[in-house]
């Protein structure tokens, strides 16, 4: 019997909820927190750059087995990265641009 009653409650909030997302005035939403994310690698172009009219974003190339990725964190960073270093560089993605969380040299 309790096992019914179980599968009722499920049943009725399931019902429950299609019923209010169905009129449009519930919303369900998540966040993922991925952490940070690296990149590593020799550093080999160092660019500032202003995207969308006023944020400025450092975009930086990094060489690395033969491979490149460029990343763009916000801010002037320059400073953070000297050419021709092997760097790893920590970094929480974003849009427009990445937020750094560390750089250190390697």
């Given at each position: ?22 009129c449009g ?47 763009g964190f916000c ?32």
């Amino acid at each position: 019997m309790c096992a019914v009653k179980r599968w009722l409650a499920i049943l009725l909030l399931f019902c429950l909820a299609w019923t209010c997302t169905g009129c449009g005035n519930v919303f369900v939403r998540g966040v993922i927190n991925p952490g940070s994310t690296s990149v590593t690698g020799l550093v080999s172009v160092v660019q500032l750059t202003v995207v969308d009219g006023n944020v400025q974003v450092t975009f930086v190339t990094f060489l690395s087995n033969g491979t490149s990725s460029t990343v763009g964190f916000c801010g002037d960073n320059r400073s953070r990265f000297p050419l021709n270093q092997n760097l790893r560089a920590e970094f929480h993605r974003g849009q427009p641009c990445s937020d750094i969380v560390a750089v250190v040299v390697i």
